[in-house]
């Protein structure tokens, strides 16, 4: 079966069991309750893989969304699949003088008077090679997206919070590679992304600012190299599959939700196992 159909009846909630070789069961509690009615959320690298799946599950809680990216292609498409409750601006996490004039410009996307009550840090990238040969510029442009501008979105995010008197959320997006020895520069930039979610957090709560990470396994997405037509089958992971995007989708909207306002600079890993218990 292939990921396309798998991920149809993931949707239509009746996967149960299959015989096929190397394909897995895979159970996704649909969401029935809009929590995140009356929200508005920003998901940076909102256009595909973890971020467009987070954006889609932040819709059909109730939340309306500005996804942001650097491919404005990507991002119309992306908002035509999610309806009217989506909106996009352009962004690049490494440029850091930008940052007030687009969340300003997000707040806006959806009206004069709106406001942003979550951020969801999602732009991230990987790099390729083994320690004794990454380049610095492969270092640079993982660190810079993954690490840099997850941490000035925060600052930023949280600064524009703080003027305007919101209760918010902020939920960085790091990984199970986060519990691995860090010989790439993904892995350390994911190990900082929990260390520095634990800063911002201690920062911003006495705002009334509940800042978390989520730290997926592997997730079928394009940035792992998966297409619609292959298994979700993978042997390495404990629960031997990749998880969805719909799976990671649905635990954000409950951590970005006052359900989770005393969950405070902690991250939850939604690996299957990966890192966290041996095979």
């Not at 798998?6 to 096929?20: D, E, H, M, P, Q």
């Not at 201690?202 to 997405?221: R, Y």
Request: with cysteine; proline share 3%; net charge positive.
């Amino acid at each position: 079966m292939s990921l396309k159909n798998t991920l149809k009846k993931v949707r239509r909630g009746i996967i149960k069991t299959f015989k096929a070789k190397n394909v897995v069961p895979v159970y996704v509690q649909k969401e029935n309750n809009n929590i995140l009615d009356g929200k508005t959320a920003l998901i940076t690298g909102g256009a595909s893989g973890i971020g467009f799946g987070i954006a889609k599950a932040f819709v059909n809680a109730g939340c309306k969304v500005v996804i942001a990216g650097r491919n404005e292609i990507k991002l119309k498409n992306a908002c035509s699949k999610l309806g009217d409750s989506c909106k996009y601006i352009t962004l690049d996490v490494s440029d850091v003088p930008s940052m007030d004039a687009k969340i300003l410009e997000a707040s806006k996307a959806f009206g004069e008077n709106g406001q942003l009550d979550i951020l969801v840090n999602s732009a991230g990238t990987h790099g390729d090679g083994h320690f004794v040969n990454v380049t610095e510029e492969t270092f640079d442009s993982v660190i810079t997206t993954n690490l840099k501008g997850t941490y000035f979105m925060c600052q930023k995010v949280g600064n524009y919070m703080i003027k305007n008197k919101i209760k918010g959320h902020i939920l960085n997006i790091s990984s199970s590679s986060a519990l691995k020895p860090a010989w790439t520069p993904y892995e350390v930039s994911k190990w900082g992304v929990c260390g520095m979610t634990k800063g911002a957090a201690s920062a911003l709560i006495k705002h009334d600012i509940v800042v978390n990470a989520l730290g997926p396994g592997p997730v079928a997405t394009e940035m792992l190299g998966r297409s619609e037509e292959d298994t979700l089958y993978m042997p390495e992971v404990p629960a031997k599959r990749y998880a969805v995007t719909e799976e990671i989708g649905q635990m954000a909207v409950y951590m970005a939700s006052d359900f989770c306002n005393l969950v405070v600079g902690d991250t939850l890993y939604i690996s299957g196992g990966s890192g966290i218990i041996k095979n």
